[in-house]
Structure formats: C-alpha cells, structure tokens
C-alpha cells in the first residue's frame, strides 16, 4: 500500500494540471471557464493559421540537437571511460558542474562569448591576432550551438552508464575473436550501450522541445518556437484555450516519440546489474 | 605423417617475459615451450599470475620485457584479433545480447563469412562440442551453465585458432557437471587435434587432463613435467604440498628429526612421503619404521585414510580398503615406508 501516496501525488500533481489544460483546449477561444461548450476550433486554428511553423521549429530543433548530441557524447563517453581514477572524476565534474548554474547564467555567458566586435571570441580574436571575425550572435546556428551546450550532458550520463555497465571482457572476447575496432563497436558496444543512448536522447529531446531561452537569448528570436508561441498564448494574447491545444499537440507528439522507445528498452535491466 | 615417437615440433615459446603491477612483479621471466597438439595446463594458487600469463600469450596484455613466439616468429605485438589463437574466459564473457548461433558465428561474420556458410559452420561446432541444433536461435541468457561452457568452446572453436586459451572456465561449474566437462574437455582435445594451454587452480584438474603441467608460485613457472613427474617427483615443498596432503620429514644429522629415527644417506634437507606410501610395518619389512597411534579414519571410498600419531607428530596414511580392514582408533603399532618411495627436497 505504500505506492498509494505516490499515486495521489502523481494524480494531484501531474494528471490534474493536464486534465485541465486538456478541457481548456476545447474550449471556445479567448474563455476563462472550463464549463463553455466544447468546440474543436482550436485545434484547427493550430493547423491552420500558421502555428505548424514554430512547431516544425521546435521539432526539427530538437531532433537536431539529440542528433549533434548523440555524436559528441559518443567519443566523450569512451574517452573518459578510457581515463583513470581521479582524472574521470575530474572530467566528470566539470562537464556535470553547469548543470548546477541557471540556464538563463550561462547562455547570456554563451551570448557575452560570441558577440560581435566586443564579445570574448571576436575580441580576443582582434586583439591577439588582429583578426576580424563576425559572429553568429541572433542566428539559428548560435541557438542550435546554445541547444548543444545546455543539452550535451543529458545525453552524456546515460550514454556512459550504458557504458560502464559493458563487461570488459566480452569486448576483449570480441577482439580475440577478430573484431576490429569498428566491428568492436557496431557489434559489442553500440547494442550494449543502446538503452543508455535511448535513454539520454529522450531526455534530450523532450527537453529541447520544450526549449525557449536558447532562441531568445542567442538566437535573437531569428525564428519562433513553439514554446515560445504558447506562452505568447497565455500571456499577451490572454488566448488560454489555444495555448492549451499548442501545449497538447506538444505532448502528443511527444508521447508519440517517446512511448514506443519505452516499450523497446527494459529500463530494469539498465538500473540494475 | 609424424611418427608417434617422434618428438613434436614447437608450437609456442617465450623468452623470459614478464609483467609488473606497480612494485609486484605478476609475472616474472617465464620461459616456456608447448608442443604443437599439446595439452598445456598451468597451476597455481590464486595470485600467482597465471591469468595474468595466459592474456599476455593470448595478445590481451603485453608484456614489459620479454617476447613470445609462434611457430618460430616473433608475435609479442601482435594484438589480439591478429593472433591465430583464442581464449575461453573464466567468466565466459558470452555475448549476452545475441543467440547461441549469433556467439558461435562471430569470428566467421568478423572476417565477412556469408550467412548460411556462418549457420553451417556454426551448426557443425555444436555437433563438435554436443549442443543440440534446436539451441541455435536461443538466446545465451536463457542457457544453462554447462550449457554457455558448450557455446563457449563453440564459439572459440569457430574460429579455428592454433592455439585455444583457457582460463579456470571450469571453476563457476558444480563438481559433478565439473568431472564431466573434464572429460569432454580432453576428448575434445583429443578429437581436434589443437594445442591447448589451460589454467586452473585445480591440480586434480590438471592431472585429469594434462600432457603436461607447470606449476607457478608468485610469477615463476617453478616446475615443469609430466602429471606422472610432477606426482611422483615433487621437487619442492611447495609442489609436493600442492599435490594434496603428504607428510615432510625435516633430515638433520642423519636422522628423520619428526620421528627419531636414522635416515642415513639422505642427503636432501626433507623428505617427502605421501599418504600412500605409509603402511603398517608390524612384520619389519619397511625401510623405515617407527611407532604410532591411530587418531581417527576417514573412508574416502575405494581407500581409507588414517590420521596417525607418531611421537607428538601428525601423519597421513591411506590404505585400500582390504589393507585397512581391522585398524581402528586407538590402535597402536609399526608403520613404515620404504627409501624407493619417499622423495628428497632441495628446499
Ligand atoms: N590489472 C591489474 N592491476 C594491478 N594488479 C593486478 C592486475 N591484474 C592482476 N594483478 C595482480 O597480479 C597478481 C596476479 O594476478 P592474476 O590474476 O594473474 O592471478 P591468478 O593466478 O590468475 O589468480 P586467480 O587464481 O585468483 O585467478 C595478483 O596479485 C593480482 O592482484
Ligand atoms: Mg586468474
């Protein structure tokens, strides 16, 4: 009986506030009561006036992002599973460290970098080596760089307990038997290490999509992305119900993605061993 | 075709390799030459290095000096995956994310092999090491341990090594499933025709299976020979005590110092004499004889062991079973043993 308080608190506190977003999306536009009559026009609002575009924004922002950082976590991972002791430690704290600053800190950091003329990077650039470079500063590519950034370590931990979960020796049975380095790591590691990527990209990617500071801090809101949309919903267009119906297809087209890689992965088998 | 008399080529040599781990030196300048289609086996306590020796023959480890050669060239840098040998690990180290085929097949699918070629192969080396064909697509997860031994061997069969490593594979395993792989082990060894150098702690192991046996202490191989040679001529008290239970008599001034007894001629500082050599001696006719009391028997079998009580000395004697029919605790008597079976030591 001891998961009955959880299941409370999971109803109160997740299942709750969705059911109402849920009754407030098919809710007549621009009403403040869950009690009007139900309508479906929001949501053909959503595909019809021209909110697909901050959506496909969002979405392909933060498939690219899970992609960019599934890359790099790779070698990142096996090179610090390759380090030692005190240095893995080391490492490890460093890129874990950041997690503990505030977003909003270390992006208008990020922003204080690339800035143009006075910025760290075009500065030091003109100062040490009388070099004048632009900078990407409020374009699509500073906040995909930002997304990276802020995102990368969601990606990493999983994929390194995946890892460091891989026995040793079946990967040096691997060898012996033949396999080459890259043979190691299709065959032995990447399936071995698989429900940690999966893991580390559905974090990765639920958080991307529902990102907003990376366009706003260094992408200079070059486009919208559809968090962005829904709370311009809430706030300035006092709209609830389309803010609602945009924040629901967000959570389908989550749950879309995300509940099918569940069913793939035995999350036991990962937290345990 | 090679005459059985004739001595068999070598197969494996190394020159005085070894390894250190900060100050302990695991392997210390081991030199050795196996025979081609020999069965090799290396005992030893636990840390004495042998798996430490066995993954530096095998490609896994290098050596810090030293080199290893095959077939008369040099393969000391030669990695793993480039050496025509293959080891079976005491953990196994299936692949547990694959079937019993697709662990059996690896080394074919590394070097490009096709798929039914693969499946064929792979269904012939379970016939090879007696795993019905139904396991093929079974995952190794779901196979019991004397099971996994048998994909196990497959699976470094497959790769048709010169040479297949094995290190204590046998150890997880129960004793009764143990003394029946043992066998399987040696016929398929038999059947193959391969060279195989086997690790275990296990000297009743080694003895079962062996051409022959070297015993390693703290990184030296110390003694090498035949399990007949190594039984009956220990040359240290540390090969004769790792043979089982035997008794050592310390020689000083020409008398068996335990026993009280003259002992003349020995030259050797001990003297060692095992269980079986020590006989009831009522009627004289041992070379040695001395006075003791039974302690207590223990059947094992066929045999009957007693423990003996010489003077304050503990002894072991162990009878056949008509020899011991009659002597009970209590009894007090001659014992003896005759020179011919007893062994001198160095040390
Ligand atoms: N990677 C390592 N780092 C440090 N020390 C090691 C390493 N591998 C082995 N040793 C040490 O080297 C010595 C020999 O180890 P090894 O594993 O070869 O022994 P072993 O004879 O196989 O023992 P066992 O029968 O217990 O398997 C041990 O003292 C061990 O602690
Ligand atoms: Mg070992």
């Not at chain 2, 341990?145 to 470094?156: K, P």
């Not at chain 2, 193959?192 to 080694?206: Q, R, V």
Request: hydrophobic letters at 50%.
């Amino acid at each position: 009986m001891t998961s009955l308080p959880v299941a409370l608190l999971l109803a109160a506190g997740f299942l709750a506030p969705i059911a109402i977003v849920a009754i407030y999306s098919i809710m007549p536009a621009r009403t403040f009561v869950l009690t009007g009559s139900v309508t479906p026009e929001n949501y053909v609002a959503a595909f019809t006036e021209g909110y697909w575009r901050p959506l496909m924004w969002s979405v392909s922002g933060a498939l690219l992002t899970t992609i960019l950082c599934l890359l790099l976590a790779w070698p990142t991972a096996k090179a610090l599973k390759s380090l030692e002791g005190y240095r893995a430690t080391f490492v490890t704290i460093l890129i874990a460290l950041p997690i503990f600053i505030s977003e909003s800190v270390r992006l208008f950091g990020f922003s204080l970098f690339l800035m143009p003329a006075g910025g760290i990077l075009a500065g030091t650039m003109d100062a040490a080596f009388d070099v004048s470079i632009g900078s990407i500063l409020n374009t699509r590519t500073a906040a995909l760089l930002g997304m990276v950034y802020v995102h990368f370590p969601f990606v990493l931990f999983p994929l390194l307990l995946g890892l460091s979960q891989i026995p040793e020796e079946q990967r040096e049975a691997a060898r012996d038997l033949g396999a080459s380095n890259w043979q190691l790591m299709r065959e032995i590691d990447a399936p071995l290490a698989a429900p940690g990527a999966l893991i580390g990209a559905l974090f990765c990617f639920v958080l991307a999509l529902g990102a907003n500071a990376e366009m706003r801090i260094l992408g200079g809101q070059s486009v919208t992305v559809i968090t962005h949309a829904i709370e311009q919903r809430f706030n300035y267009a006092q709209d609830w119900p389309m803010g609602a119906a945009l924040t629901m297809l967000v959570i389908a087209i989550t749950a879309l993605l995300v509940l099918p890689v569940f069913r793939r992965i035995d999350i036991d088998r990962l937290i345990r061993r | 075709m090679v005459e059985a008399s004739e001595p068999r080529p070598g197969i494996l040599s190394t020159h005085g390799i070894s390894k250190s781990f900060g100050e302990l030196r695991a392997v210390d300048d081991v030199s050795i030459e196996i025979a081609d289609g020999e069965f090799f086996t290396i005992v030893g306590p636990s840390g004495s290095g042998k798996s430490t020796l066995v993954r530096i023959l095998a490609g896994l480890d290098r050596p810090d000096s030293g080199n290893i050669l095959l077939r008369g060239e040099d393969i000391t840098a030669t990695p793993a995956n480039a050496r025509p040998t293959c080891m079976v690990f005491q953990s196994l180290a299936l692949f547990t994310h694959r079937t019993v085929g697709e662990n059996i097949e690896f080394s074919q699918k590394m070097k490009g092999v096709a798929r039914d070629a693969r499946r064929e192969h792979a269904l012939r080396m379970m016939e090879v090491v007696r795993l019905p064909r139904e396991y093929y697509a079974r995952p190794v997860t779901q196979c019991s341990g004397g099971e996994q031994q048998r994909v196990a061997l497959a699976r470094a069969l497959a790769s048709d090594p010169e040479i297949l490593f094995f290190d204590e594979p046998l150890s997880a395993i129960d004793y009764r499933l143990r003394k029946i792989l043992e066998v399987e082990m040696k016929d398929l060894h038999r059947r193959t025709g391969k060279t195989f150098i086997y690790i275990t702690h296990s000297l009743e192991e080694a003895m079962v299976m062996s051409d022959r046996i070297a015993i390693m202490r703290s990184g030296t191989l110390i003694q090498t020979g035949t399990p007949h040679e190594i039984y009956r001529r220990p040359e240290s008290r540390f090969v004769a005590e790792f043979m089982g239970e035997v008794n050592i008599f310390t020689v000083a001034d020409g008398r068996l110092a335990e026993l009280g007894i003259a002992a003349a001629q020995i030259e050797a500082p001990y003297l060692v004499v095992r269980p079986e050599y020590l006989r009831p001696a009522g009627n004289g006719d041992a070379d040695f004889r001395f006075r003791a009391e039974v302690t207590n028997d223990y059947m094992l079998g066929s045999r009957t062991q007693f423990h003996l009580d010489a003077g304050g000395t503990s002894l072991v004697a162990e009878l056949p079973a008509l020899a011991a029919a009659g002597i009970a605790p209590g009894d007090v008597g001659e014992w003896g043993f005759d020179r011919a079976d007893a062994v001198p030591l160095a040390d």
